[in-house]
């Protein structure tokens, strides 16, 4: 006699191996095992993003952010600039602040977006093929600096920098 849970494993089994865990490389090809990164790239370096901005220190610290983030979320490592394979270097152009919504008795705002554009580009050292180049890049990120909730801008820059960081590293993955 054949137990109940034997079948509910064996069906569940089968199916988990039969279904595939990611995207191809091509939109026609369906789902693929591959990795979404460049196999022949190891390593990555990041020099310190200039800044065209009056935020201070804005570059430095999107530089760092970006640099962490490729070593917790690619199989690259971030390495100087003489040992890497390629090199992904930017201008922080622009940072803002958007009204996101008023007070309707004072008219005083209650909640901003900061905002941080950026045009980047990634290159091949060994090449000096351009594998990524965007314009324009912006990431933005809200804040409420009204009285009760009080959060200061440090709050929404870091913030800011920090999804755009994963934003510009999503950027490096494969064509899909």
Not at 108 to 115: D, G, K, P, R, T
Not at 127 to 138: D, E, M, N, P, S
């Amino acid at each position: 006699m054949i137990r109940p849970a034997a079948v509910t494993l064996f069906a569940a089994l089968s199916f988990t191996a039969a279904m595939p865990t990611g995207c191809a490389s091509s939109p026609n090809q369906g789902y693929s095992f591959a990795s979404p990164y460049n196999e022949s790239i190891r390593t990555v370096s990041v020099p310190v993003f200039d800044n065209e901005t009056f935020h201070r220190a804005v570059g430095v610290r999107l530089t760092e952010a970006i640099a962490k983030e490729i070593n917790r979320s690619t199989p690259w490592i971030v390495a100087p600039a003489d040992r890497a394979h390629t090199a992904l270097s930017g201008v922080v152009r622009d940072t803002r602040l958007r009204d996101l919504s008023t007070n309707d008795d004072s008219g005083l705002v209650q909640e901003l977006a900061m905002q941080l554009t950026v045009d980047f580009t990634w290159t091949d050292n060994r090449t000096g093929q351009t594998l990524v180049a965007r314009r324009r890049f912006t990431g933005a990120g809200a804040f409420i600096p009204a009285l009760g909730v009080g959060e200061r801008i440090e709050v929404a820059e870091q913030g800011t920098i920090e999804d755009l960081a994963r934003a510009i590293v999503a950027e490096l993955r494969s064509e899909w």
